[in-house]
């Protein structure tokens, strides 16, 4: 007798030969981008460091195609966007000690976000390693331990027949669900030694689905459609699993309202009779949920942004999907699926009955106009035609990455992204500097069409030299700098909460001169002028930067009422 477990792939004649005679001058580095490109990698990021040489020699001898940053931070940035964008895992490769510390911003973003990012470092040489202090170069106790509490998951490798399994089973912890960055390390010796071993085939790194408890959905469906008024929250997993087709149809089987956290942007039509669009900072939006009596929060953990700062309380039921187990009831009791967000909407689609309600298209009226009301009372006018201005300019499709400024955090409530997957920001773990670097990521995923990024003058600091990396690769990215010479949104704050501001004045230089001397054009506008301007930079291929001076304001929140 034959069992499935004695079976195995014999190997043909071709690959016996090739096992035999593996091609001269290898090392430990192609083994790595040999296992990347036999998972399907075919783009890396990264900086070299001394430790990572092997590796970025070992570029040169494969296919993939390698973007390199200026400064680690930005390249996690990079990737995170490619991630997010393509849905595959971005391979981001790093040197040792400093250089692996300079990414871990953008690594906690990633995790945040549920960004598939597989984080590849050198290591001191293997005599170094066990925690003693031998004096190598970017030598640290234990490196791992500065990712262990940022990371899904951490892969060791001390010798090179380890190298392949260790970066297929991180790329397999990346991809399933919920997705996030990965760290794998191999020390400098094991990178660059020269091997023997045969050239790395096809790996075999097939995440599994989270499937939802059958249960568990046809109670929910069972509520939903008895429900008297449902609403839906939509999160960012309805995005990255690429189910807003599915969250639609089952808001319109149910005529339940829909609104969209920040991270959920997209995920539903901004414009469609139940779309609540995404004012969770607005106690209209806030008193509207809690009325539900049956709330279904899919790809959500109902954080701090989601929950206007902790001053949701849920008076009905909730049901919450979610993918990532430590988010499942975390803030509110509920009926807790763990599942990715397409299975389990798949499944309710399935099971619950049409449900008529002709008051829904209503209350969503009445609620979107008592928050326009709100928002007109403040005088903004300035505000909201800048962000017209942003929205008309940018083509629909076009994603745009928007770092942590005012005119962001308007975007997040009152910006239209025409699209799933279209609108993204630092909103997971909220650091400065993520748009720029991300928007070149997003624009070496897909380059046929061009990408936006949106900064303040205080986070387009943060990745300037990127304009290099802009102009090296010839990415297709318009980058908006919204100048008010200090950090912004910390100005407000500190005035509201002490009378006056301290340490948020910023010295800056000319962005335009700066952007040119890069050989990036530039081009000063004001608000008149700004969609004329965004529009023909967008439109004119390879990078560029928009300069807006203006000081904005940050409409009134609500949770402090």
Do not use: C
């Amino acid at each position: 007798m034959t069992h499935d477990h004695d079976l195995v792939l014999r190997p043909t004649a071709a690959q016996t030969s090739a096992a035999l005679n593996p091609p001269p001058g290898r090392n430990g580095g192609d083994l790595v981008v040999e296992t990347l490109t036999g998972l399907g990698a075919t783009t890396v990021f990264g900086l070299p460091g001394q430790h990572a040489l092997g590796m970025f020699d070992a570029l040169r001898r494969s296919s993939l195609q390698y973007v390199g940053l200026r400064v680690e931070n930005n390249a996690g940035f990079a990737a995170d966007a490619y991630g997010r964008i393509t849905g595959e895992a971005a391979p981001l490769l790093l040197s040792t000690g400093p250089g692996a510390l300079t990414s871990l911003a953008a690594l906690q973003e990633a995790a945040a976000a549920s960004s598939p990012v597989l984080a590849i470092s050198s290591q001191i040489p293997t005599a170094g390693l066990g925690g003693g202090r031998h004096g190598y170069l970017h030598e640290l106790p234990d490196q791992q331990a500065s990712f262990r509490g940022v990371v899904k998951s951490v892969h060791t490798v001390r010798s090179q027949s380890q190298i392949p399994s260790a970066i297929a089973a991180a790329w397999e912890s990346a991809l399933t669900v919920p997705h996030g960055p990965v760290w794998v390390e191999i020390p400098q010796d094991v990178l660059l030694a020269e091997t023997a071993l045969p050239v790395v085939t096809a790996m075999d790194a097939t995440p599994e689905d989270v499937v939802p408890r059958p249960e568990l959905t046809a109670l929910a469906a069972h509520l939903l459609s008895h429900a008297a008024r449902p609403a839906i929250i939509a999160g960012g997993g309805v995005v990255r699993a690429d189910a807003s087709g599915k969250l639609r149809r089952l808001a319109e089987k149910l005529n339940a309202p829909v609104v969209t956290t920040f991270g959920g942007k997209g995920a539903f039509p901004w414009e469609h009779p139940l779309s609540l669009q995404s004012w969770l900072e607005d106690r209209h939006t806030t008193d509207f949920l809690e009325d539900a009596d049956v709330l279904l929060v899919v790809g959500s953990g109902l954080g701090e942004l989601s929950s206007n700062y902790h001053t949701f309380k849920p008076r009905g039921r909730v049901i919450q999907i979610e993918a990532d187990l430590g988010k499942l009831e975390s803030n509110h009791p509920a009926l807790g699926i763990h599942a990715d967000a397409r299975l389990a909407l798949s499944a309710l689609l399935e099971t619950v009955s049409d449900r008529e309600d002709d008051t829904a298209a209503e209350r969503v009226r009445t609620v979107l106009a008592r928050v326009g009301e709100r928002i007109a009372a403040q005088e903004l006018t300035l505000e909201q035609d800048v962000l017209a201005a942003v929205r008309r300019a940018l083509p629909a499709g076009s994603p745009s990455f928007w770092d942590m400024t005012i005119l962001a955090y308007w975007a997040w409530s009152a910006f239209d992204p025409r699209g799933a997957n279209a609108m993204h920001s630092a909103q997971g773990a909220g650091g400065l500097g993520y748009g720029f670097p991300a928007a070149l990521g997003a624009a070496t995923a897909d380059p046929t069409r061009p990408v936006l990024a949106v900064s303040g003058d205080g986070g387009a600091l943060y990745s300037i030299a990127e304009l290099a990396t802009a102009k090296q690769y010839d990415l297709n990215v318009t980058w908006l700098i919204v100048d008010d010479g200090g950090y912004g949104i910390l100005r407000e704050y500190m005035a509201d909460a002490f009378g006056q501001s301290t340490a948020t004045e910023l010295t800056r230089p000319d962005y335009v001169a700066l952007a040119e001397s890069f050989g990036v054009p530039g081009v000063r506008t004001t608000p008149e002028t700004l969609e004329t301007d965004l529009s023909k930079a967008l439109a004119t291929p390879g990078p560029s930067v928009v300069l807006l001076p203006a000081v904005l304001r940050m409409f009134a929140p609500t949770h402090l009422d």
